[in-house]
């Protein structure tokens, strides 16, 4: 199996349906013993220090690992992934472009993924299958989500954990429901956790490597991680093109708000934790979510992979003790 990398979240299906292996290379940088040594290779290629350090993560993992093509979504995520795909370009990688309309045209989106599945030679029934397939993994990804905020079983970090890898089944998704199973198993036998503050985490997956465990260490719980949550495809459908117009994250600010006001009435949420990767974007759409989020909110800023600084330790604990007063 040739292994297909991608930079975020796409209609994993294809990839499956072709017989390769999926790679989300996001977490392939996060998970990595020493994250901060790939955003320093980057950085000695040539990357500018004020890059966003999921991009540079993101090249010098694609670099360094033997894929047969990386998958670069250039709209509908990071506005840099233009300037990563020709550096990948640069080292001889195969690229394969990759658009998710910002209209949420059903018809642009079925092109391009029409498109895609040309370029791996299946065919809309092969597609569905494997959806068929990967669509019972994802409910036990919703059963996990809703054992996190309904019954108080799952802790936020096994929350994100799992979600966020169900954006490539951790490169096998068998496996991945295999070790699903255990654990949702497991977990049902625990005793539900009460008394904590109750906390909605949105935005990208955080660059920190300790954000979970140490908000538990202040008696806080991320009841909600939004991206993470969105990447399982949490909504039943027969079609894969209605299937990835659902999906909120690649269409803006205002299409991930009505999701995101609808889990925080119905989790019970205290406050709302907003992560804002260092010179991204998305940085500008705080704005949007600080006028229209009517609870009490943070916004985090998220720079070099590594555990919490103490600045931000700092004000978490602050946000956390006023949530409990």
Same mark, same amino acid.
């Given at each position: 199996?040739?292994?297909?990398?991608?930079?975020?979240?796409?209609?994993?299906?294809i990839v499956?349906?072709?017989?390769?292996?999926?790679?989300d290379?996001?977490?392939?940088?996060?998970?990595s013993?020493?994250?901060q040594?790939?955003?320093d290779?980057a950085?000695?290629?040539?990357?500018?220090r004020?890059t966003?350090?999921w991009?540079?993560?993101l090249?010098s993992v694609?670099v360094?690992?033997s894929?047969?093509?990386?998958?670069?979504v250039?709209?509908?995520?990071?506005?840099?992934?233009?300037?990563?795909m020709?550096t990948?370009?640069?080292?001889g990688?195969?690229?394969?472009?990759?658009?998710?309309?910002?209209?949420r045209?059903?018809?642009?989106?079925?092109?391009q993924?029409?498109?895609l599945?040309?370029?791996?030679q299946?065919?809309?029934?092969?597609?569905?299958?494997?959806?068929a397939?990967?669509?019972?993994?994802?409910?036990?990804?919703?059963e996990?989500?809703?054992m996190?905020?309904?019954d108080?079983l799952?802790?936020g970090l096994?929350?994100?954990y799992?979600?966020?890898?169900?954006?490539?089944?951790n490169?096998?998704?068998f496996?991945y429901e295999?070790d699903?199973?255990?654990?949702?198993?497991k977990?049902k036998?625990r005793?539900?956790c009460?008394?904590?503050v109750?906390?909605a985490?949105?935005g990208?997956p955080?660059i920190?490597?300790?954000?979970?465990?140490?908000?538990e260490?202040?008696?806080?719980r991320?009841v909600?991680?939004?991206?993470?949550?969105?990447?399982?495809?949490?909504f039943?459908?027969?079609?894969i093109f209605?299937?990835y117009?659902?999906?909120?994250?690649?269409?803006?600010?205002f299409?991930r708000?009505?999701d995101?006001?609808?889990? +925080? $009435?119905q989790?019970m949420v205290?406050? @709302?934790?907003h992560? =804002?990767?260092?010179f991204?974007?998305?940085?500008?759409e705080? *704005?949007?979510y600080?006028e229209?989020i009517?609870?009490?909110?943070l916004t +985090? $800023?998220?720079?070099?992979p590594?555990? @919490?600084d103490?600045? =931000?330790?700092?004000r978490?604990?602050?946000?956390?003790n006023? *949530?409990?007063?």
């Amino acid at each position: 199996m040739g292994e297909i990398g991608f930079t975020t979240t796409i209609p994993v299906e294809i990839v499956i349906a072709a017989k390769k292996k999926p790679v989300d290379l996001n977490n392939l940088f996060i998970s990595s013993p020493r994250p901060q040594e790939l955003v320093d290779a980057a950085e000695q290629e040539g990357y500018p220090r004020n890059t966003c350090g999921w991009i540079k993560g993101l090249y010098s993992v694609a670099v360094k690992r033997s894929l047969e093509a990386v998958i670069a979504v250039i709209q509908g995520d990071c506005s840099n992934t233009q300037a990563l795909m020709e550096t990948l370009q640069l080292k001889g990688i195969n690229i394969i472009p990759f658009a998710y309309p910002f209209d949420r045209d059903r018809k642009t989106l079925e092109t391009q993924i029409f498109k895609l599945m040309d370029f791996f030679q299946v065919g809309i029934d092969d597609v569905l299958r494997v959806k068929a397939r990967l669509d019972n993994i994802r409910r036990l990804c919703w059963e996990l989500d809703s054992m996190t905020w309904q019954d108080d079983l799952v802790s936020g970090l096994e929350n994100h954990y799992y979600l966020v890898s169900s954006s490539d089944f951790n490169s096998d998704p068998f496996k991945y429901e295999k070790d699903l199973r255990n654990f949702i198993d497991k977990a049902k036998r625990r005793s539900p956790c009460k008394g904590q503050v109750r906390l909605a985490y949105i935005g990208v997956p955080p660059i920190f490597t300790d954000l979970y465990e140490v908000l538990e260490s202040m008696g806080a719980r991320v009841v909600f991680n939004e991206v993470q949550r969105q990447f399982s495809m949490p909504f039943k459908t027969g079609d894969i093109f209605e299937q990835y117009l659902n999906y909120t994250y690649p269409y803006g600010a205002f299409a991930r708000l009505e999701d995101i006001q609808e889990q +925080l $009435e119905q989790r019970m949420v205290d406050g @709302v934790i907003h992560y =804002t990767q260092t010179f991204c974007y998305r940085q500008i759409e705080d *704005l949007i979510y600080r006028e229209k989020i009517k609870l009490p909110f943070l916004t +985090l $800023e998220g720079d070099k992979p590594g555990k @919490v600084d103490a600045r =931000t330790r700092m004000r978490l604990e602050a946000f956390v003790n006023m *949530l409990k007063a």
